[in-house]
């Protein structure tokens, strides 16, 4: 797997992979990931730049939705521990 990008944002870490024809992108914040496997022989995405098209206000906004709801099942499930 090599990086191909970094994408910058202000709420989270943005990495775009590649591997076995298949592009990764995985968002990062604080101890928690999110990882979106994109396929370019199911697709039309012939590189980084497409990738990075997809990333958009309205992909971002239900990721940190998604990140909020996953920080709330960690605190839920260790507030027994």
Known sequence: MRILA???HPACKITV???N????VKFEKGNLE????????EYV???VEDVKKLINDSFIHQIMQ???QMQQDLQHV???V
């Open 45 to 47: 995405i012939s590189g």
């Open 17 to 19: 992979f590649y591997m």
């Open 6 to 8: 970094e994408i910058p």
């Open 21 to 24: 024809q298949k592009y990764i």
């Open 34 to 41: 999110q990882s979106y496997k994109i396929s370019e022989l």
């Open 78 to 80: 260790l507030k027994d």
């Open 66 to 68: 998604r990140f909020q």
